[in-house]
């Protein structure tokens, strides 16, 4: 085969893989960091663990993929390779799971700082001076300029827009804005039910009884919508719930099956766990 044959499969590849972004978006990249500093703290620990600790099993593919998404973050730093790689949360990520006010300047300046670590993020926000344009405006650009796939143009919009959401970054990319100290109290009670999470999922680890109600506050679509159980039936006699206002949200059901994912190792047993 000849080499510009070669180069020419060696492009089309290319074409096919999108450039590096955090798989998950930075509100449930902070839940997984609280998960971890309320297991190890500041310490070190091998990766293994800490993929443990979010309900993954060792060298998990989708365990990996967060790891990463937490580094690109700024919010996990590491060292060593294979079996011996360690991780941390770096002070940043403290800054962030330590404010339970979570209406300080530090804590908004560094959502911010997470925010933007991303490569991508950084270099969109500055492109589009803090005004993210229209998802076909991005779409078709990142993947002319940018050579995104398919799906990876998909899956990158939802991330970044939810990301800068979470970081209430405002448009004039003012770190400490009016907006963001006046709408405080309301970033609060969006967020009640993940802190709730992280206070379930404590509890459970504890050996406590699990406790899957949220409090957060309904939106202005959701005034009207009253909070109904849904059954999921699994055998004759036996199921599970779900309490909430339906429909439900793309993102809230993205956060209940990552949610689901950190409560496995507890709710799952295993053969190997069976025999022991």
């Known amino acids: ?10 492009t089309k590849k290319d074409r096919n893989r999108s450039p590096s972004y ?12 609280k998960v971890l500093y309320d297991e190890i703290g500041q310490s070190s620990s ?3 663990v800490v993929l443990g600790i979010w309900g993954h099993k060792p060298q998990s593919g989708s365990g990996l993929v967060k790891l990463a998404a937490l580094k690109k973050f700024g919010l996990i730093e590491d ?33 911010e700082e997470a925010a933007m670590n991303p490569v991508i993020h950084q270099e969109l926000w500055n492109r589009y001076s803090g005004s993210i344009p229209s998802d076909n405006t991005l779409r078709l650009m990142l993947a002319k300029e940018y050579q995104f796939s398919e799906r990876g143009v998909k899956e990158f919009i939802e991330q ?15 770190i400490i804005s009016e907006e963001k100290k006046s709408g405080a109290d309301k970033r609060r009670q969006s967020t009640e039910w993940a802190d709730n ?25 959701q005034k009207d919508q009253e909070i109904t159980n849904f059954s999921i039936p699994l055998t004759n006699d036996m199921g599970f719930i779900i309490r909430h206002r ?3 949200s793309t993102e809230e059901w993205e956060y209940m099956m990552s949610l689901l994912e950190l409560y496995k190792k507890r709710l799952v047993q295993t053969q190997k766990d069976k025999k022991n």
């Open 160 to 174: 970044f827009r939810r990301t800068i959401e979470f970081a209430m970054m405002n448009k004039s990319g003012n």
């Open 246 to 248: 339906f429909p439900m």
């Open 197 to 221: 999470a992280f206070d379930s999922f404590r509890s459970f680890l504890q050996g406590s009884q699990m406790n899957m109600d949220t409090q957060k506050k309904p939106d202005e679509t």
């Open 22 to 33: 955090p798989a998950i978006d930075l509100e449930l990249a902070t839940i997984l960091a």
């Open 79 to 111: 060292e060593g390779s294979k079996d011996q790689r360690r991780a941390k949360l770096t002070q940043l990520a403290l800054t962030i799971v330590l404010d339970e006010e979570k209406k300080s300047v530090d804590y908004y300046k560094a959502l």
């Open 46 to 48: 091998n990766v293994e």
């Open 1 to 10: 085969m000849s080499t510009k044959a070669n180069n020419n499969i060696k």
